[in-house]
C-alpha cells in the first residue's frame, strides 16, 4: 500500500504539471488567433472575411495531415525528442505571424504551426497511458487536458492587454516565445518511460509496469494498426470527434470577434469576457474527472455534456442578438459542456485498444478531430462573414454537436460494461 502511495505521489507532481505546461502552450499558439482576428487583422493586411478564415483554419489542416507519422515516432520511438523539437518549431512559426506581411507566406506558417504541434497531444496521452493505471488515466487525462481552457483562461485575458498596448502583431511574437524556451525544460524533467526515471527505484518501477501489463491483458489483441484503423469503434470514433470539433473550434476561435461586436465593448473586455466559459469548465472537468475515475462508466460522461453544448447553441441561435448576455450566457454553457468530456473520452480510447495499437489510433481520431476543427473554424468564419451575424454559425454547432452525441450511443456501447 505504501508503494502504491508513493508512486502515486511522485509521479503526479513530477508529470503533471510538465505535460500541463506544455500544452498550454500548444494551446496558446492556435487559439490566439482568434484575438488577432478579433483586433483588426483583416484591416492591416488589407484582406477579406474569406481569407481570415482560411487564415484561421489553417493551422487545422497541417495538423491532420502530420499527426499519424509525428505520433507513430512517438510511440516507436521517443516523444520526448519529438515533443521536445516541435516546442521549438511551433513556436518559431507562432511568433512568424506577427513578422510576416506576404499574404501566402502567412499561410503557410500557420499551416506550419499546425505541422508542428499535430503530434503532441496524442504523444502526450501516450506518455500518460505508460505512466498511469485505468483508474488514474481520466484524471491524468483531465489534467493535461486542463492545458486547454485553462490557457484560454488566461490566455484571453493577457491577449486583450497585449493588444490593447502594443498591437495584434507584437502579441503573436510574444506568446510564441515562451515554447521555444519551455522546450530545454520539458527535455530536462520528462522520461518516455518508467524504466528511465532515476526518480523511482526498482520496485517502484516494476509495481507500476506489473500494474500496467495486467491491464493489458483484459484488452482484446488488435494485430497491427490497419486492422484497428478499420475497425468499427475507431471508425465511428474519427466521426465522433469530427462533429464535436466542428462545434468546438468554431466556438474557440471565433468567440472573441462575436464578443467583440457587442456594442460598448473593446478587445480589453472582449478578454475578460471570453475568459468566462473556460473557467467554468476548469471546475466541470476536475469533477467530471474523479467520478470517472471512480466508476469508469466513460460514456456517461461524453454524451450528456456533449447534448448539453448541443442544447445550449441551439437556444443562442433561438436568442438571436436580440439579447446579447442571454446569448453570451448560453455560449459560456456550451464552451464549458464541450470540454468537460475530453479526460473520459481519451482515457476510453487507450482502455478499448491494446498499446501495440492505441497510439496510432489515438493520432487517427485526433487528426479526423483536427479535420473538423479546420472545417469548424473555416465555416464558422464563412458563415459569419457571409451572412452578417452568428445565428447561422450556431445553428451550424448545434447541428454538429448533437451528431457527436448520436455518434457516442452508436460508437460505444461495451465500455460501461466493462
Known amino acids: 500500500m505504501s508503494n502504491k502511495r508513493k508512486i502515486s505521489v511522485s509521479r ?3 508529470l503533471i504539471p510538465v505535460v500541463f505546461i506544455t500544452y498550454s502552450l500548444a494551446y496558446l499558439d492556435r487559439a490566439n488567433f482568434g484575438f488577432g482576428a478579433a483586433a483588426g ?9 474569406t481569407m481570415t478564415s482560411l487564415l484561421g483554419s489553417m493551422f487545422f489542416l497541417g495538423y491532420f495531415f502530420f499527426q499519424i507519422p509525428g505520433t507513430l515516432y512517438a510511440a516507436n520511438k521517443s516523444a520526448k525528442k519529438l515533443i521536445f523539437w516541435s ?16 499574404i501566402k507566406i502567412l499561410i503557410v506558417v500557420r499551416f506550419m504551426v499546425g505541422v508542428a504541434e499535430s503530434a503532441v497531444l496524442p504523444s502526450l496521452l501516450l506518455l500518460l497511458s505508460r505512466w498511469f493505471t485505468r483508474k488514474e488515466r481520466s484524471r491524468a487525462n483531465t489534467l493535461l ?38 522546450a530545454f525544460v520539458w527535455w530536462k524533467l520528462v522520461q518516455d518511460k518508467p524504466s528511465e526515471a532515476d526518480w523511482l527505484s526498482t520496485d517502484e518501477k516494476n509495481l507500476l509496469e506489473k500494474s500496467l501489463q495486467k491491464e493489458q491483458e483484459t484488452i482484446k489483441p488488435v494485430k497491427n494498426y490497419l486492422i484497428s484503423f478499420k475497425s468499427r469503434v475507431v471508425v465511428l ?7 464535436w470539433s466542428f462545434g468546438m473550434y468554431g466556438f474557440v476561435i471565433w468567440l472573441p470577434s462575436i464578443i467583440n461586436t457587442a456594442p460598448g465593448i473593446g478587445i480589453v473586455k472582449t478578454g475578460w469576457l471570453s475568459a468566462v466559459p473556460y473557467l467554468m469548465a476548469v471546475i466541470a472537468m476536475i469533477i467530471a474527472s474523479y467520478y470517472s475515475d471512480k466508476t469508469l462508466k466513460r460514456k456517461s460522461f461524453i454524451w450528456p455534456f456533449l447534448l448539453m453544448a448541443a442544447i445550449a447553441f441551439f437556444c443562442s441561435y433561438l436568442v438571436g442578438s436580440h439579447n446579447f448576455w442571454l446569448s453570451f450566457t448560453l455560449l459560456c454553457i456550451a464552451g464549458m459542456s464541450m470540454y ?7 482515457a476510453m ?10 497510439g496510432g489510433a489515438l493520432a487517427l481520431i485526433n487528426s479526423f478531430g483536427a479535420l473538423g476543427s479546420f472545417g469548424g473554424a473555416y465555416l464558422v468564419g464563412y458563415l ?10 450556431y445553428f451550424f454547432m448545434a447541428v454538429a454537436v448533437f451528431l457527436s452525441v448520436v455518434l457516442t450511443f452508436i460508437a460505444v456501447k461495451e465500455t460501461d460494461s466493462r
Open 12 to 14: 503526479w507532481y513530477r
Open 41 to 49: 487583422m483583416a484591416g492591416d493586411l488589407h484582406i477579406t472575411s
Open 87 to 102: 516546442l521549438i518549431l511551433w513556436g518559431i512559426f507562432a511568433a512568424a505571424t506577427g513578422i510576416i506581411r506576404n
Open 145 to 182: 487536458m486542463f492545458g486547454n481552457p485553462s490557457c484560454m483562461l488566461w490566455m484571453s485575458i493577457i491577449s486583450g492587454y497585449l493588444i490593447h498596448s502594443v498591437g495584434w502583431r507584437w502579441m503573436f511574437i510574444w506568446e510564441g516565445i515562451p515554447a521555444v524556451l519551455w
Open 237 to 243: 470514433l474519427c466521426l465522433l470527434y469530427v462533429f
Open 340 to 346: 468537460v468530456p475530453y479526460g473520459p473520452f481519451f
Open 349 to 358: 480510447i487507450i482502455e478499448i485498444l491494446p498499446s501495440n495499437v492505441a
Open 384 to 393: 459569419n462573414g457571409s451572412t452578417g451575424g452568428f445565428g447561422a454559425s
